[in-house]
């Protein structure tokens, strides 16, 4: 039996210098970035995630606007070490976005969850550049016409070169980026959006996501950015998942977006996809040398009870998650009649359950995570 075989030997002085460590995929990404990923991975290999919230500082189910206030820390004691924000309509040149939140006040909050060292992730919901309709309009070829040559790849820059202003202009005390979390395309494995499935080759996709992560790099020198690729939850195999996967230079962490429906009584068969599609998608990380984390997820209006330790927890801290990101507690929503909301306010039924999450050694809120930096 050959014991120090030479390729062993080398392989093992690789690893051990950091040759094949996992690394941000900005080659000229800024110091922020850089440790901010290096936090994240360090985290997983702890076996803790981060706990996110959507939109958590702006609005919760029975207030809006009310500095301080978070319906997570209403329960908690603490805030979420991960804030979720939406761009949707900040292409179009609005004040505030498709759910209302004025752009100004975003970046307030974007500067404040900064200065409290804690973590940022964007999504945005594009306007349909062929239609100008919302991002729910399906209408297939936008993602052909977008890219270059496309007759819609103009007004797709001018899309992103109002995004870019936005980002570059979130800056911390030092003048310095502040690293954001972007996830380009959520989503993409569904049909809901015009760059679902319905509406575009993965070809296609695979060049407009290209196109998009170079423009911001390289032409509007973007270097903050950790890009996190984020499909549905009902892919079978990796080739499914992996449908607009642009390539391991342009991309960080490997996500999906999650959702139980109907009654309490499908918590099991929830759990079980869960655990199945964190299971394939750890392959997918570890074959790419890639972090992962479930980039959105919830249960409207929580009517189990004990969801959150009973149904998600356990797998999620069964796997090497960087982060989860329950969505937004818009309240009650005009349009749609109806309540939306995934994380409970004081006051719900679910409010205990949800502290008894908060307790678990591998959830981190905003204290756990600050301390877990402040110790670099
Ligand atoms: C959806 C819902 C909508 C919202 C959209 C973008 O899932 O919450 O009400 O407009 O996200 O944030």
């Known amino acids: 039996m050959k014991i120090f075989s030479p390729i062993i030997i080398l392989v093992a002085y690789f690893m051990s210098n950091g040759v094949f460590a996992q690394k941000i995929s900005d080659s000229h990404a800024t110091k922020e970035a850089i440790l901010l990923y290096n936090n994240l991975l360090k985290t997983t290999q702890h076996k803790k995630y981060l706990v996110g919230h959507q939109d958590d500082l702006a609005y919760g189910v029975h207030w809006k606007y009310k500095n301080g206030k978070s319906d997570v820390k209403d329960v908690t004691g603490d805030y979420p070490a991960l804030y979720g924000w939406e761009l949707a309509d900040l292409e179009l040149g609005h004040d505030v976005n498709i759910d209302s939140v004025p752009f100004d006040k975003m970046k307030d909050y974007i500067r404040f969850a900064d200065k409290h060292r804690s973590v940022v992730t964007i999504s945005w919901h594009i306007n349909n550049p062929v239609t100008g309709k919302n991002a729910w309009d399906t209408t297939a070829g936008a993602v052909k016409a977008i890219l270059p040559g496309g007759e819609k790849h103009a007004i797709y820059v001018a899309y992103l070169n109002k995004v870019a202003a936005f980002i570059q202009d979130l800056k911390d005390e030092k003048g310095e980026l502040i690293p954001i979390l972007y996830r380009p395309f959520h989503e993409l494995t569904g049909n809901w959006f015009w760059w679902g499935v319905q509406g575009c080759t993965p070809e296609d996709l695979q060049a407009a996501y290209r196109f998009t992560v170079d423009y911001l790099r390289n032409e509007r020198q973007l270097h903050n950015l950790i890009i996190v690729y984020n499909t549905g939850d009902r892919f079978t195999n990796a080739s499914e998942f992996l449908r607009g996967y642009p390539g391991d230079d342009y991309v960080d962490v490997v996500s999906f977006d999650t959702y139980q429906y109907g009654e309490p ?108 930096v402040e110790k670099d």
């Open 265 to 372: 009584s499908n918590s099991k068969a929830f759990g079980e996809n869960l655990d199945h599609k964190l299971a394939l998608l750890q392959q997918i990380a570890t074959e790419h040398n890639k972090m992962m984390a479930v980039a959105e997820m919830g249960y409207n209006k929580v009517p189990d009870r004990k969801w959150f330790t009973q149904t998600v927890s356990p797998f999620l801290a069964k796997y090497p998650i960087a982060y989860t990101l329950f969505w937004r507690n818009a309240g009650f929503k005009p349009k749609d009649k109806e309540e939306e909301y995934y994380v409970p306010y004081k006051g719900h039924p679910a409010e205990e359950n949800f502290k008894g999450y908060y307790k678990l050694p591998e959830t981190l809120f905003a204290n756990d995570w600050q301390k877990l």
